[in-house]
């Protein structure tokens, strides 16, 4: 099945002259403290209600409080799939901003500074400078007291009146936020909202640049990170109970859980580390729940040897890790894609499991509503592979349709009978949880000894391969079901990029703006890591180059994670791999030179 | 898989019910009275045969699951604690026990002693303290005492010893007991309170390994030339000599006892009366659902989608 390719989001290559524009990338860089990510949270809201896509990014400083930060926001009147190479806008609040930064505005960009704080270089022609004083009209706009606090709303304001944006929705989506922190913070916010959108930007000479909405006006978009669509849809799919450890980047799925479960009469435990967390939500599976745990990087380490047990006792078991640079502590609040292999090979022993990975926001939600199908399927844990850069930014997508999704969960305690088998060697796993009554009056003891179908440790040479094949043969055969794999642009041509995860949107994006030149080049992400679809194989044949882009290390052989997996399972030598650890994500422009050197 | 639901009586529970495989344990092992003391006291105060869960993690007592025939599970090495929690917090219905020796709950699972503890969670522990590392074959546990040679400590063990009393009345278990596997009566009488006692109860009993620590509680063996003293508790009568006696909720009390020489006294040496885990949880899970009133979770999830729009 091939998916038509649309044109690119145009960037406003024709300079910053002002007019209508369709695609502007807006970076705002300062410290955290300033709530510079209120600005981009509210344009991501905003965009969600007027049919602009809208993709951001940001970085969250390591420090508790302060420290340098950006925003970037991504906003088009058409499809957005990466946030953006270069910015067209540049908002510097302090000279460390400026200077860190300048380097990210395109040329002929427009760069936005905060006359109190920056004195940019003047000679630099290759960008326009525009000097606003931020700091100090805010603290006159507000009077004394509350100092600069605000000046964000005021660039919010600024931004409002520079790109023609729907102020009225904007002060809804202001009194919406603020009025819950009472009367004076709200009247301060729309103090500093109107000094900003009044504030006549004397360089710009009155230029504005009309970020048109998309044709299909008013919308209802929802607006939100990975983290929280990801934790809805594992709502969705019937988990209720789970357990935790608090870490960079998951965090906030699980205190999304605590907050929102016993709404739905379930629990989510803070345990006291990862291994207690893995295995009290083992402890929730055994009981009769769908349960789940997760962790970033570190942590998933930790959780290793009692996701074997799950594994061997066949207990459903959802795992989310939200990846972040590797090895060790190494980068928190960066983004990589270096635990495949751990997700798919990790525990001692042979312990296969489910590995799926979201391409983007949305399908954080999906994704985790089919790793509930799936553990519940074939009753065994499923890894779903995230990361810090899906985490944390922020997207626009229509509402699920809940109604048909929504799985009510039930607790299977009806009495067994007498010919009860949990592990029949050539049937489905049926687990009898706690409180059932046992109608033959032979109790079953869950372990991980190797045991046989009746649970009873047996660890006799020919019962061990049975069993080792009960336990992978159930996972091979969930590929049966999936879907059929999706390729972005022709089913054959001369170059088929292959991805996972969050670089579905730049390698989407790098190949339409390949085929606006003319070259054949299509593209796929892979959802089902483990096991891979059945397809592919198929799809794989009909290109004359499969390159696989990963952002994790080309190891010993020169292959990154997935494209070794890809050259094992198809000893095809056209697979070939481009990888990198600089804990960014892919620019577009950086896969298409490397995708030509490789080729060439 | 239903039909047998509705010719169920309520049956009475056996000992003879409740015996599964015979014990792997070398003969003469200790853990074979705390197993029969176990049935003893379950039939004694029958509880529902389905409702009852045995966990456990790994070594010679951590088969334990294996013998009785309850629901069960035997985990991996350390963690009984954490999966038990996770059965209890989820299902509130069942009667969940933990079993393990001192490597399994004071070493490789000490962490999640205290924060079981500490949470109170609704369980009940029994540590079979053998004071030395059995399906191993003889190294030194975090209860060997100072100068007991092992094949890891040839010379003698040099480690200070936990104090499995201190460290559960600190960790803040609300049932803290201490008995002895030759002392049956006693050991019951330590099982069904620990049982009653809601929140996280543990009892340590002492169960000699006849292989590789042979002797080892003698002193306090009334037959092998010891002498078994049990803690007298207050009886609030009033009398003189009741100033002498326990206070079981008294913490400073407990550690004072905990501090006594080797053999020490037996008994309950702390219980209070705290809020669980389980009720705290489920107070905010009954607020929450009383304020959600019977909205579906569709309805629920709708909500919150409307708010990031």
């Given amino acids: ?600 | 898989m239903d039909s047998a639901n509705t010719t169920a009586e309520p049956e009475k529970l056996t000992k003879k019910a409740l015996t599964a495989d015979h014990p792997t344990w070398c003969p003469g092992c200790g853990d074979f009275a705390v197993l029969a003391s176990f049935y003893k006291t379950l039939e004694k105060l029958q509880i529902p045969q389905e409702k009852i869960v045995t966990i456990a993690g790994i070594g010679c007592s951590s088969r334990f699951p294996y013998f009785v025939n309850s629901h069960g599970l035997h985990f991996i090495h350390g963690r009984a604690l954490p999966l038990a929690s996770g059965v209890s917090l989820s299902r509130p219905d069942l009667h969940v026990f933990a079993f393990g020796g001192d490597g399994d709950g004071f070493s490789i699972g000490g962490n999640h002693l205290d924060h079981a503890a500490r949470k109170n969670v609704n369980l009940t522990y029994v540590i079979m303290d053998n004071f030395v590392y059995g399906l191993t074959k003889k190294q030194t546990s975090p209860t060997s005492p100072l100068g007991f040679k092992t094949k890891t400590d040839p010379t003698g063990a040099i480690d200070q010893p936990v104090n499995p009393m201190k460290k559960l009345v600190y960790g803040g278990a609300t049932f803290v007991a201490r008995t002895h596997a030759t002392q049956v009566k006693h050991m019951m009488a330590m099982f069904e309170r620990a049982i009653k006692h809601e929140g996280f109860s543990v009892v340590e009993v002492l169960s000699e390994c006849v292989i590789f620590f042979p002797g080892a509680f003698d002193q306090a063996n009334p037959r092998k030339g010891g002498e078994f003293v049990t803690i007298e508790e207050k009886k609030w009568d009033g009398t003189p000599e009741d100033e002498d006696r326990h206070d079981v909720s008294d913490n400073s009390a407990a550690f004072a006892l905990a501090n006594e020489e080797w053999p020490g006294r037996f008994g309950v040496y702390y219980e209070t009366d705290r809020p669980t885990k389980n009720k705290l949880e489920q107070r905010w899970i009954d607020d929450m659902q009383k304020k959600v009133g019977d909205a579906s979770t569709a309805d629920l999830l709708k909500q919150r989608f409307a708010a990031m729009k």
């Fill in chain 1, 1 to 600: 099945m091939s998916a038509t390719a649309t044109s690119a989001p145009k960037s406003n290559a024709d300079d910053s002259s002002s007019g209508d524009i369709t695609d502007a990338v807006i970076r705002f860089a300062g410290n955290s403290q300033d709530g510079i990510q209120t600005i981009g949270g509210f344009l991501a809201k905003l965009a969600g209600r007027s049919a602009r896509e809208v993709m951001t990014y940001m970085t969250i400083p390591s420090t508790i409080s302060g420290g340098a930060s950006i925003f970037q926001v991504h906003l088009a009147s058409g499809e957005v799939l990466s946030s953006g190479d270069e910015a067209d806008f540049l908002f510097a609040f302090y000279q460390h901003s400026y200077d860190a930064h300048i380097s990210s505005l395109r040329d002929g960009g427009i760069l936005i500074y905060d006359s109190d704080h920056v004195t940019p270089d003047l000679e630099d022609k290759r960008v326009r400078q525009v000097g606003v004083p931020i700091t100090s009209t805010t603290i006159e706009a507000l009077g004394g007291s509350a100092k600069d606090r605000g000046k964000n709303i005021l660039v919010l304001g600024l931004v409002t009146a520079l790109f023609q944006l729907d102020r009225s929705k904007l002060v809804s989506l202001i009194e919406g936020q603020f009025k819950r922190k009472g009367e004076d913070v709200l009247r301060n916010a729309m103090v500093a909202f109107d000094a900003g959108y009044a504030y006549q930007i004397g360089d710009l000479h009155g230029e504005s640049f009309n970020l048109k909405a998309g044709a299909a006006g008013d919308t209802d978009h929802v607006t939100t990170d990975g983290n929280t669509a990801l934790a809805l849809g594992l709502i969705a799919g019937g988990v209720r109970f789970g357990a935790a450890y608090p870490i960079t980047p998951w965090t906030t799925i699980m205190e999304h859980l605590r907050s929102e479960l016993p709404k739905h009469g379930g629990l989510f435990v803070q345990t006291e580390d990862e291994l207690a967390a893995i295995t009290m939500a083992l402890g929730m599976s055994y009981a009769g729940h769908l349960s789940m745990t997760g962790s970033s990087g570190p942590g998933i380490s930790l959780k290793m040897e009692a996701l074997g047990y799950g594994t061997m006792a066949e207990l459903p078991l959802i795992i989310v890790n939200v990846q972040r640079g590797g090895p060790s502590t190494g980068l928190p609040t960066s983004v990589e894609q270096s635990d495949l292999m751990q997700a798919i090979y990790g525990s001692h022993g042979d312990a296969p499991r489910v590995v799926l990975a979201p391409i983007n926001v949305e399908d954080c939600f999906h994704v985790a509503v089919e790793a509930c199908k799936l553990a519940k399927q074939c009753s065994a844990p499923v890894f779903i592979l995230t990361d810090q850069a899906l985490a944390t930014r922020i997207e626009a997508f229509p509402e699920p349709d809940l109604e048909q999704i929504v799985i009510e969960p039930t607790l299977a305690t009806e009495t067994r009978d007498e010919n009860f088998v949990p592990y029949p060697l050539d049937g489905e796993t049926r687990h009898a949880p706690p409180g059932t009554k046992m109608a033959g009056g032979k109790y079953p003891v869950v372990t991980g000894l190797e045991h046989d179908a009746w649970g009873h440790p047996n660890g006799s040479p020919e019962m061990h391969q049975k069993m080792m094949d009960r336990r992978r043969n159930k996972i091979i055969k969930l590929a049966d079901d999936y879907p059929v794999s999706e390729v972005f642009g022709d089913d054959s041509g001369d170059v088929l990029l292959v991805g996972w995860g969050s670089t579905w949107g730049p390698i989407r994006e790098a190949t339409i703006r390949a085929r606006e030149k003319g070259l054949a080049y299509s593209s796929m992400s892979i959802r089902h890591l483990n096991p891979l679809p059945n397809d592919l194989g198929d799809i794989f044949a009909q290109f004359k180059h499969v390159i696989v882009i990963e952002m994790n290390d080309r190891g010993m052989y020169g292959y990154g994670q997935l494209a070794t997996l890809l050259r094992a399972k198809y000893a095809d030598p056209r697979i070939i791999s481009i990888t990198k650890t600089d804990g960014l994500t892919f620019k577009i422009k950086e896969i298409l030179q490397r995708v030509e050197t490789l080729i060439s």
